[in-house]
């Protein structure tokens, strides 16, 4: 199974991006699929999951400003993020697991800066 994130960039504090993670080789064997990301010197954090069955969770911190989506035809799955404030500056990487299986995408960078 293999992903791969894209979408990233460098916006200004209020500004929206939608991130997107293309999964190739899973089938439909995926049970969850979560968006994490690393700040800056920071350790990696769950941003949101999307689990088999329609249960969405997300952090605190995005709560109300991120949406994760997925799109099942395209086996594609993405990260809609509104109002972006500088902290949440970080590279983001997609992630899903399954029967015997978990597999990382590459990370992609947001910067948000004024």
């Known amino acids: 199974v293999q992903l791969q994130a894209s979408g990233g960039g460098l916006v200004q504090p209020g500004d929206s991006l939608r991130l997107s993670c293309t999964i190739s080789?899973?089938?439909?064997?995926?049970?969850?699929v979560s968006w994490y990301r690393q700040p800056p010197g920071k350790q990696r954090e769950r941003v949101a999951d999307l689990v088999g069955g329609g249960t969405i969770r997300y952090a605190d911190s995005v709560k109300g400003r991120f949406t994760i989506s997925a799109n099942n035809a395209k086996n594609m799955v993405y990260l809609q993020m509104n109002s972006l404030k500088p902290e949440d500056t970080a590279v983001y990487y997609c992630?899903?697991?399954?029967?015997?299986?978990?597999?990382w995408g590459q990370g992609t960078l947001v910067t948000v800066s004024s």
């Open positions: 992630f899903a697991e399954g029967l015997g299986y978990e597999s």
């Open positions: 080789g899973a089938g439909h064997t995926i049970s969850a």
